[in-house]
């Protein structure tokens, strides 16, 4: 198991960025592909972008793509999400999870940080 703990929430205006961090310990964090979700109050939890274990991949949603940029830094067992061009529509939860593939399913990632909240005023 890979346990996952998010950080670098916040509250910021429309256009702004935010860098998202997820710290992994336990299983070999670099032997796992890495995926970003969010959750909307009222909403259901959904795929944002994703990064294979090499980094040789990545993979967004297109309501994100050109705005967020995915990353992983395997020597410091952390990922990371930077986001700009923020967009009141961004706001949510988001999580980070990882597992064997680049995957938008949620149902297919093993291991779940608990979340961190974005929240973009406009």
């Known amino acids: 198991q890979v346990q996952l703990v998010e950080s670098g929430g916040g509250l910021v205006q429309a256009g702004g960025s935010l860098r998202l961090s997820c710290a992994a310990s336990g299983r070999t964090f670099n032997n796992y592909a890495m995926g970003w979700f969010r959750q909307a109050p009222g909403k259901e939890r959904e795929f944002v972008a994703a990064?294979?274990?090499?980094?040789?991949?990545?993979y967004y949603a297109n309501s994100v793509k050109g705005r967020f940029t995915i990353s992983r830094d395997n020597a410091k067992n952390t990922g990371y999400l930077q986001m700009n061009s923020l967009k009141p529509e961004d706001t949510a939860v988001y999580y980070c999870?990882?597992?064997?593939?680049?995957?938008?399913?949620?149902?297919?990632?093993?291991?779940w940080g608990q979340g961190t909240q974005v929240t973009v005023s406009s």
């Open positions: 990064i294979t274990w090499s980094s040789s991949t990545t």
């Open positions: 999870a990882s597992s064997f593939g680049l995957y938008q399913r949620p149902d297919m990632y093993d291991d």
